[in-house]
């Protein structure tokens, strides 16, 4: 499929963390952007590499709305929707203990390919092109995300609840060999749910396969203390101890730092990866991003699961990352909104080893989406960007591409699935749980 | 125009502040509710006065999704869409002083009443059926609700720096006739612009035309350190010794409260009307909300002004309302979500004084929303009203309905302007001021 969005304003990113935005259009072909500028100053590369001229089987009037890079979702447990507003406004431990984890105890593998289906479908709405996923059965919800045509990255839950080491020695291999827009990296729930022996596990795979380790990171007061307790050092200091950052990665959450831990995370270069509207609900604190972005840690934004969210929405989980911080510092001018969209998108791109998915530019994958810039929530067009960050919302998103296939459009998908069939089997699922 | 949903969710409120929803219908007779119950179980009243059959100009099948009641943006500047992603990122004094006031010094009435109009199509959009508005030009600012079918109750916005006492009269005599969807409540802006002799004049005409008084009250740690080095009383002492509250009113942001506070506003019946998005975005703190519902406060929610948010979405505010406060708290379990729909629907038409505009209720007026809950982030519908405040948004706004006119549906606007000549207008105006 080969597709040419004309009459387009592009967003396009800088180095240095900011954006511009110019007149142009925006070129398809198969999987890849092979242009993307001004209207008259096309490539004269309008044929591939046989020499014949690219048919172009859409062209996409977009009447000046804007498109960007779609967002990355760089943290979630897509498959909880089935526990969606299932128990809030419970105490966390009630809501984790006695509500989440006797309910996620009964899924089935079958359970988690619709349920994931279901969330899939929210990122579409919400201009989401990968996610960065961390969850049971990774085979399966790989071949959900597969089936859909989405870009998944997982991580390993692994923790002393579940599965062995070899098991995600195995998840791993096999994940990594669904296809090209399926990948996993090595990681594990988090130090206070996983034992030393275990955590020396997922130590020795990182260094094995050269991977980075992603886990939950300091989300609540009470795991750092724990973790002091059980062995004298932070869990970030902890899992550097273990070599586990030999090939990078980072963390979720990473709401409660000491100074140690920044200088971790600098000397790394981890990603910092927040989580704001879970870490409101569930009461766990707001995060240090001014000084992530002032010492120069890589940030990215996750939604977290819909169980503690309750929505996939990236728009508002940007427009919280921005404001939380800058209540935290009590001030308006210690955050510009430009980081928070680099962050959205080339921060989770790079967090999640996507770096071909992370700008519109010649030569990136075709993970595009397309703004509504002709709603109210958009006018007047004082500032682009801003308008996007603290105004923006799913109501804009008109259009979400995945590796050149559009998936979403005007409020419909094209996953091969129907609504109706997947709302029906997310209720059924969670009525038979009741 | 008489419209009869039918086939639908209908959302009912309860007085202990929760909600049920039923499977039925609601019928509207002109500008009012005449049924909202179940399908075979609707009133023999089918004939008007006349006893004349009513004529159903359209019939709606709601294909079983959520009649609810319009949310109530009970604080807003709406004509400040000028100024949407002008100037942010700064430092409150120089975004207000430097940017803000300097170019709001140039508005003709003309321009308030485009900018108002575009301020209303987000509000439509938002499933917003009224707003509390305090801007420059009142009555102009009426004509614009007015001609779109919009409801609008105003205040003043009086201070030390325009109008004079009487023209604050004369305004709410003025507004007060344009028709019965305009009104006008006394008030002014805030203690720190307003000198004593002028607030003793704004008291005075609360007794005289028995009003309730409105202000912004504690949105800054320094405003009430201010007015209690000037005064040696907190904003809400200071302006219920002047005699304000007689007839009842309330605050906007009400972030820093004393307990002597708390007291006050119990001994008047005043609406602590909260802004969460503003207060996050100019760092200004987070309301204790808990306390107030704790105490029995009536609690509003309100967007502020578009240059401050910078959305007009009672989804947001709705959110952080609720997630705010759990994390100020550090408690998970401080909020329930019933609560914060309560204050976004019957919570905001009180406080403006439309206590016929609560609720889905025979007698009451139709200002009405339909919400699509056939969207993956309403489902699975565990919980309806936690997945409204928890995970809904504009997306999901199907049909906003004023007084009885669909205003708004499936994206388009019967409020007499193309929304392209009104984005025009709002940057040609913001154009001029670069």
Known sequence: ????????????????????????????????????????????????????????ERTIDCEGNLIMPGLKDAHTHTAMTFLRSFADDLPLSDWLYKQVFPREGQLTEDDVYWLDILGIMEYLTSGITSNFDMYFFPQKNGKASNDCGFRTVQTSGFNDFGSSIEEVEERYLAVNEIGPLQSFIMGFHAEYTTSMERMEGIAKLCQKYKSPCFLHNSETEAEVKGCLERYGKTPTALTESLGMYEYGGGGYHCVWFSDEDFEIFKKHNLFAVTNPCSNLKLASGIAPVKRFIDEGISLAIGTDGPASNNALDMWREMYLTSTLSKVREMDAASIKADEILYAATVGGAHAMNLPDCDRIEEGKKADIILIDLQQPNMQPENNIVKNLVYAGGKQNVLLTMVDGKILYENGKYDIGFEPKDIYKKANEIIGRMR
């Open 1 to 56: 499929m080969n597709t040419k969005f004309i009459n387009a304003k592009v967003l396009k990113t800088s180095d240095d963390h900011t954006f511009n935005i110019i007149d142009g259009e925006v070129w398809v072909k198969g999987n890849e952007i092979i242009f993307a500028g001004e209207k008259d100053k096309g490539p004269s590369k309008t044929a591939d590499e046989s020499g014949d001229p690219i048919v172009w």
